[in-house]
């Protein structure tokens, strides 16, 4: 097997952790001694062990009084640089010296300023050979959210809509009426329990009195956006109710009571994204999904403020409509969904 099989493995892994460690990073880890995976770990949940802890510990537990001359004579493989801090868990690096393996591959460097590059460092100067950059792009995408909270200051910003086959968005006048199909909407659910947080504006709370939860797929609610500068929106819609922590963006006050957090903000006419983006930053909420309406869609669009979209392209024709917003980005993936079809965006300064 190769250097990059095995870092596919540890992106395996570190898949399984995306509903349950933001705002840390996706970490997977393998170790291999003679051609052969004698552990495995993955960062599971925030503030519990990282990927490297859990996999000594199964070596450990599978190979007994072996365990320590096993990891001496192995490769560990991991999909970003061991930390070098004290955070909510010892230095994985320090692990790693502890135990005196010989060699580390690693996918990315980390860019978070406690670490970046300081794993690195400490293993090299340990004595621990360190080869970086296998599969550093696919390790970089599963982790873009994380890299772009890092790089950006910002979470990852995610546009997801459904459009008809001629382009509308919605009806002229407002009511409630589906685009796209059941499938389509159980695969919203499950991107729900992925992100971080999901947002939508006055006018699609009145109109849809949607949930925002995940009530078609297993995981948790994101934090539901609202965006409501005058405090319109009755108080018996859904997004009142308990199901999630929900944060509503005002001109009118700044307020908590129990799972509803008023945040004012001052003239949200201008500059309304790059706002609501840095807020997120601030409360280290690494990514949103953004549902509409069709209003603060384009506001985002037009700042250049996303990194991917999500469109829902029906079979249906309707003689009018609002229309769907228009995109510039690459196409990166197109897939049928029945009758439908998922077109896949990215934006060119987000690859």
Not at 253 to 274: G, R, S, W
Request: hydrophobic letters at 40%; charged letters at 25%.
């Amino acid at each position: 097997m190769t250097d990059e099989l095995y870092m596919q493995r540890c992106l395996e892994l570190a898949q399984i952790g995306i509903a349950s460690v933001s705002p840390n990073p996706m970490v997977g880890c393998v170790i291999v001694k003679a051609g052969r995976i004698i552990g495995e770990g993955f960062h599971a949940k925030i503030g519990q062990a990282h990927a490297e802890v859990n996999a000594v510990q199964s070596v450990i537990q599978k190979y007994g009084d072996q365990a320590n001359q096993l990891l001496k004579d192995a490769t560990v493989y991991v999909s970003l640089e061991p930390c070098a801090h004290f955070g909510k868990t010892p230095p994985c690096a320090d692990l790693l010296i502890k135990h005196q393996v010989k060699k580390v591959v690693i996918g990315n460097k980390d860019p978070f300023p406690d670490v970046d590059g300081k794993g690195i460092a400490k293993l090299k100067n340990a004595g621990i050979e360190v080869v970086q950059g296998i599969s550093e792009y696919e390790c970089r995408q599963l982790n873009r959210r994380f890299f772009t909270r890092i790089e950006k200051q910002r979470p990852f910003i995610i546009l997801k809509w459904a459009q008809t086959a001629n382009g509308f968005f919605a009806p002229l006048k407002p009511s409630k009426e589906w685009i796209s199909t059941a499938l389509a909407k159980k695969i919203v659910h499950k991107w729900r329990t992925e992100e971080d947080a999901i947002l939508v504006g006055k006018q699609t709370v009145i109109t849809d009195d949607p949930q925002l939860t995940t009530r078609d797929w297993e995981g948790k609610n994101p934090i539901r956006l609202v965006i409501d500068r005058h405090l319109e929106i009755p108080l018996d819609k859904h997004i009142y109710n308990n199901a999630a922590r929900t944060i509503i963006f005002n001109e009118v006050k700044t307020e908590v009571h129990q799972n509803i957090h008023y945040i004012q903000m001052e003239d949200m006419k201008f500059y309304l994204p790059q706002k609501i983006a840095y807020q997120l930053y601030l409360m280290d909420i690494q990514s949103v999904i953004i549902e509409g309406g069709a209003n603060i869609l384009n506001q985002f669009i037009s700042s250049r403020l996303w990194d991917e979209a999500r469109v829902f392209s029906s079979a249906k024709n309707w003689a009018t409509g609002v229309h769907a917003p228009v995109i510039n980005g690459l196409i990166t993936d197109v897939f049928p969904i029945n009758l439908d079809k998922l077109i896949i965006y990215k934006n060119w300064t987000s690859l």
